[in-house]
């Protein structure tokens, strides 16, 4: 079975600086997609980032970035230039892709708390 | 902007009530997703489905039932609902390029 782990149960970090995430997963499928969710405080989980197992480059969105590590099962989040808007939960998730279905698995959170 | 409905937004409920709680999407996504998270704590997967007719339990043992008769509803229902039942319940819909797209969640309270 897949799990998906995030050691860091809350972190913070100052205005404009940059901070990095952690998650790592067990897996020994070798066709799967990583994301990177954030919920805001009472509000709708929305898509940070995603990574295709099968690329090797890293993927970026804007400020956000991961640093994907296939043979070390490891999928960090860095987010550059925090904003207080980046204050929220993180989730990594870990989705399986095969002809049986996509399950898709999330870790436990991040707490981010950006200060002023 | 994901076009992904879930109703009721909010509901309380006696204990050993029949609660279903309804999960729409106009994305034509195959792949539906239900999760139940308490509040600020992590996810679980209590059922998922890959198309009409087909659904799978999560890791998380759960005692409620899905139904996929049509691709854009996955409804969950809770035949007799406990204090236990008390949480947040969030559907999830994912398209072919596999992201996965949230509604709001259903905040269940059995009292």
């Known amino acids: 079975a897949q799990t998906v782990t995030q050691s860091q149960p809350e972190m913070s970090v100052q205005e404009a600086e940059t901070v990095t995430l952690s998650c790592t997963y067990d897996?020994?499928?070798?066709?799967?997609?990583l994301f990177w969710y954030k919920q805001p405080p009472s509000r709708q989980m929305i898509l940070v980032i995603r990574?295709?197992?099968?690329?090797?480059q890293n993927a970026t969105e804007n400020r956000f970035s991961v640093n994907f590590q296939k043979a070390a099962k490891s999928f960090s989040l860095k987010i550059s230039d925090s904003q207080l808007g980046d204050t929220a939960m993180y989730f990594c998730?870990?989705?399986?892709?095969?002809?049986?279905?996509?399950?898709?698995?999330f870790g436990a959170g991040t707490r981010l708390f950006v200060k002023a | 902007e994901a076009d992904i409905y879930q109703t009721p937004r909010y509901l309380v409920i006696g204990t050993g009530k029949k609660i279903t709680l309804e999960c729409s999407q106009t994305?034509?996504?195959?792949?539906m997703y239900w999760y139940q998270q308490d509040p600020g704590m992590e996810l679980h997967l209590i059922h998922y489905?890959?198309?009409?007719?087909?659904?799978e339990k999560g890791d998380l043992s759960s005692e409620s039932t899905v139904s996929r008769i049509r691709t854009e509803h996955f409804p969950l229902t809770l035949e007799s609902a406990r204090p236990s039942h008390t949480s947040q319940y969030l559907c999830a819909s994912a398209s072919t390029g596999n992201t996965i797209y949230f509604g709001e969640g259903s905040w269940l309270t059995v009292v």
């Open positions: 998730a870990f989705m399986k892709v095969n002809t049986g279905g996509f399950k898709t698995i």
């Open positions: 897996t020994s499928e070798s066709n799967y997609y």
């Open positions: 489905s890959y198309g009409v007719n087909s659904t």
């Open positions: 990574q295709e197992a099968y690329k090797q």
């Open positions: 994305m034509g996504h195959d792949k």
